[in-house]
């Protein structure tokens, strides 16, 4: 008798690991979306139309992909004024950064970036919002980033409507984070 109860205790176990793993691969599964590219505000690393695979899971203390970092590329939900715009940009500064434009350039706490991903120059704010206050914007730009927040930047900055325009965005408006082009 004693081994029908240990084949018993056996295949409870079994059956909990099984179930376990299941839920687990489930949860992992859901947790990636395929999104599709609308715009040219990230040409040249994606282009309209391209899909990229994100890892959707929220960023929250304490979960494991809470740690974003600079040049990580998110989708991330708009400012209220947008409508339930879903954005995608590269993350150029964190919270409590100083971000600076001059010359065309862009510098984080002091610090020219590299960005070899841009197409074209940066400006204060992008050329499409409206060309016939160009003049009237301040070439000197500083932006502090609050705490709670990400600064993003499309690579095509010519183009792309992103902090300049806006200002940081809530860490809490961001969808995921992208794992493959």
């Given at each position: 008798m004693t081994t029908d109860n240990s084949k018993i205790s056996l295949n409870s176990k079994l059956i909990i690991f099984f179930v376990i793993a299941a839920i687990m691969i489930t949860g992992i599964l859901i947790s990636f979306d395929t999104i599709e590219i609308n715009?040219?505000?990230?040409?040249?690393?994606?282009?309209?139309?391209?899909?990229?695979v994100v890892w959707s899971l929220p960023y929250l203390p304490g979960?494991?992909?809470e740690n974003l970092d600079y040049g990580d590329i998110i989708v991330i939900s708009a400012p209220d004024s947008m409508d339930n715009v879903l954005m995608i940009k590269?993350?150029?500064?964190?919270e409590h950064d100083v971000i600076t434009i001059e010359n065309g350039l862009v510098y984080r706490n002091g610090f020219p970036l590299q960005e070899q991903y841009?197409?074209?120059?940066?400006?204060?704010?992008?050329?499409?919002?409206?060309?016939?206050?160009?003049?009237?914007?301040?070439?000197?730009y500083s932006?502090?980033?609050?705490?709670?927040?990400?600064y993003i930047l499309g690579d095509n900055r010519l183009l792309s409507s992103d902090?300049?325009?806006?200002?940081?965005?809530?860490?809490?408006?961001?969808?995921?984070?992208?794992i493959f082009p």
């Amino acid at each position: 008798m004693t081994t029908d109860n240990s084949k018993i205790s056996l295949n409870s176990k079994l059956i909990i690991f099984f179930v376990i793993a299941a839920i687990m691969i489930t949860g992992i599964l859901i947790s990636f979306d395929t999104i599709e590219i609308n715009g040219d505000s990230m040409v040249p690393t994606l282009s309209d139309g391209d899909t990229v695979v994100v890892w959707s899971l929220p960023y929250l203390p304490g979960m494991p992909d809470e740690n974003l970092d600079y040049g990580d590329i998110i989708v991330i939900s708009a400012p209220d004024s947008m409508d339930n715009v879903l954005m995608i940009k590269r993350i150029i500064g964190l919270e409590h950064d100083v971000i600076t434009i001059e010359n065309g350039l862009v510098y984080r706490n002091g610090f020219p970036l590299q960005e070899q991903y841009v197409n074209g120059m940066t400006l204060p704010l992008n050329l499409q919002a409206d060309e016939e206050k160009m003049p009237e914007w301040d070439m000197d730009y500083s932006y502090t980033v609050p705490a709670n927040h990400v600064y993003i930047l499309g690579d095509n900055r010519l183009l792309s409507s992103d902090s300049r325009e806006y200002g940081a965005l809530p860490r809490k408006n961001i969808i995921g984070r992208m794992i493959f082009p």
